[in-house]
């Protein structure tokens, strides 16, 4: 089973800009359509973006023309470049396949908090 770990979060005023990465275990990475996810708190876990395995991604109505999803396949990683990042940002940020339920095995995850 192919294990993802979260990094890259933190605190950050608003209009600022963060990296995320998600790093994947085993050989398998290049081949899974990945997704970034958040969960703010007392919500429900949302899906930010998407990219499939042939690169073509997919955003979320609330970051489209902020955030960028990317992968490197060689290093068995995932990003994500949020920028312009608002308070409404503020949440714990996931990632996983892209097709991932509440019922799958997640990761710790990263905490990314946008304030002044």
């Known amino acids: 089973q192919v294990q993802f770990v979260e990094s890259g979060g933190g605190l950050v005023q608003p209009g600022g800009s963060l990296r995320l990465s998600c790093a994947a275990s085993?050989?398998?990475?290049?081949?899974?359509?990945m997704g970034w996810y958040r969960q703010a708190p007392g919500k429900q876990r949302e899906l930010v973006a998407t990219?499939?395995?042939?690169?073509?991604?997919n955003y979320a109505t609330f970051v489209k023309g902020r955030f960028t999803i990317a992968r490197d396949n060689a290093k068995n990683t995932m990003y994500l470049q949020m920028n312009s990042l608002e308070p409404e940002d503020t949440a714990v940020y996931y990632c996983?396949?892209?097709?991932?339920?509440?019922?799958?095995?997640w990761g710790q995850g990263t905490q990314v908090a946008v304030s002044s």
């Open positions: 996983n396949i892209a097709s991932a339920s509440p019922t799958s095995t």
């Open positions: 085993g050989s398998v990475f290049k081949f899974i359509d």
């Open positions: 990219i499939t395995s042939r690169d073509r991604t």
